[in-house]
């Protein structure tokens, strides 16, 4: 596939490939699984919940590279196989590193099954506060973080249930020196640009060009930071994580005490022929007894004299100036340190209740890169040999591992030959001749100097081709690691490794009346105890027991670190930084190529070129898998090593050579088992889709079903209705008819019946006139008769 770069193996060709991606805005790109990151200086909108979602559940290679596909692989393995999980991100200063971890992060909150968006929320807030305090500006990267974390974190049934956050190697000088354009941690000049003048008097604060362990640096801003947003946002992270008002208090306490300490000045005045430091001001004393609730005597005796104890007495030697100015770093040393792992510890009280049993976990490793600077110190042999221990780990996983495997498994393999760091890690760290524990013996031998180890490890190394003394008489030696060959100059080797925390500081601190702080030193104090005591072989202890060293304790804490690594399933994320002045988009090959030489990257690619890196079981294979079988059932003769088998052809057999079948595993190439994965994704997408149809078809189904009666329904309401409507307009139309028909004929009935009544009545009126005249005719007669004057003619003439 385009974005993996295993074609053409060649350095320029993989530089290439890199840079003209890069120059498309393409930043990740695979060599196998493992990622390789080019920072851009400049946020790409690429980790939306968009790409969240478009990534999730898919295997690698499926869609461009992408830390979100790691994410989605590792998070997806982990459920899957029920196996822990481990992102190794691993880089440079100002490669990247946290920033990934912080979207690796960021990504398993969105995509996890939770539905407690509190744990969450503490998991991801832990980080601005961590940053806080343990990170700082460098002339190489504006928050470089000045410590190593490995951060688990655990899931049951694929929610975040809690995690736990380890911490490595706390820069300890940065606290009371920084080279210039360099700023000590971000906290001081967050807490001073935040607090109000009120709140600043309360703990006696000024402005940060005030303070001795702010200024040395001569950079107490950064473009594009806001320190007192950033103050605001670590205070509601620890609102969201629990922390007590008065635990904020002590802290903000502490942080002011570190900065008194710093101002505390001496004079050198002389006694008996001898220097004697002696306080020059009492105000910062003051100050800081009063913010501690500390002895103020107490602190000025820790300050100015060493305390040897014989035989139950105490005595106090007076410290010279620069043992006074060692003695007020020490101090600040150790408060910072001491409140820096309180935090870490205080933070996984919150994070980490939930019971840890039967959970599974993914856990991100953000640790310091391979450093080589002009000046190499106990620092860069720490950090350098951490990263050796982390790419033998890398080595191991890769490639011994997998050889003994081969080996174990009776696959055919070609012996590949790789560049074995154990030789060096043995050089540095294996008892009881490696430079480490001939730096811790020498640190519990009151006589020994840094001249006294260097000339030590000249005498038990200088055979050894790994190991350089150089030309002149300096105070150096060269170690050659997997990355190139280191020099480093042992000047305060010694002093560097006796643990900064001093026994009468301890008990100081112990003393406070702040419960929170004497309570913090106090758990150190016991917890050294128990340390030193169970080393001793049994219950009489005859000799005095050792003070850890730092070399001694960070040795443990890498090799509990590198063996939690070895129980989970590692991926690699390598990260690159294009250019030294942190510009964006801008890729030069030289510092490219360094790092690409520097990580290994070049040989990783010959070697996984070369094997097969994925091995899955027989059962897990064919149930992954099985699909490819295309439902040809499995018949009852076949044993797995058949139906793998006959999995594994049906891809045809042009890709014999991508696979092997051992004795209980299945070899791959990592772009087989993503053709497999793709082609099973096609049959099994296809099969969903399929029973998706068919879900879909009975629901439609059954709502057009439902829909139909009741349109049916309807229609037939609609129906009758109409038909009624109409009906009675019909019936209304014939009684209206009727009506009128009955009207009409009545009325001609009537009018009939009238026009006779009026007929009969004229009949009846002249019938009743013609009587009337008749009566009246009669009448005359009868009265012409009577007066006898009357004629018969003319009687006859009137009845006419
Ligand atoms: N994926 C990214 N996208 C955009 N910018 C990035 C990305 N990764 C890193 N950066 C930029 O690079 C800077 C340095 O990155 P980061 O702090 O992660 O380096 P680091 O490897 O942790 O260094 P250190 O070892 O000093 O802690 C960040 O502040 C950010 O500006
Ligand atoms: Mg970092």
Redesign the pocket.
Known sequence: MFYYIFSDLNEHSILDNLKSRYGRGL?YTYTGSILV?V??????NI?GLDMVKRYEGKPLGELPPH?FAIGSVSYTKMIKDNENQVLI?S?????????????VMQYLAAVNRSGNNLITEQILEANPLLESFG?AK?I???????FGKYIEVFFKNGAIVGAKTAEYLLEKSRIVTQAPEERNYHVFYEMLEELSDEQKAKYGLQTAPKYFYLNQGGSALIRGRDDADNYRKLTAAMDILNFERQEQETIVKILASVLHIGNVYFKVVQENNHDRAELGSDAEIKWVAHLLDLSEDWLKQALTSKVTEARGDRFYTPYNLDQALDARDAVAKALYCRMFSWLVERINMIICRAEREKSTSLAVL????FEDFHFNSFEQLCINYANETLQFFFNQHIFRLEQKEYSKEKIRWEHIEFKDNQPTIDLVATKPAGILHILDDESNFPQATDNSFLEKCHFHHSGNELYDKPRMSDPEFYVVHYAGKIKYNVQHFLEKNKDTLRSDVIELMCESKNQILSQMFKDHRDRLITKTLSKTTGRYVTVKPRTTTVAASFNESLLSLIDTMSRCNPFFVR?I?PNAQ?A?MTFEDIVVLDQLRYTGMLETIRIRKMGYPVRIKFPHFIERYRCLMKGEPIRSNQVPWDVCKVILQSQGPEFKDEYQIGATKVFMKEAFESRLDTAAGAIKRAAAVRLQTMVRTFLVRNRHQKLRSAVTRLQRMVRMWKTRRDFRTVRNGIVLAQAQFRMFSQRRRYLKTRENLKHRLEEHRLHRRKQEVQAKMEKERRGNMAMGCVTSSECNAAMI
């Open positions: 930043i990151a920072n851009p200086y400049k946020m790409f980790y830390l991100i880089g440079e200063s100002g490669a990247g590193k946290t920033e990934s971890t912080k979207l990170n460098t190489r990267n504006d928050n470089s973080s000045r953000d640790i310091f890169g990260c930084k942190k964006p």
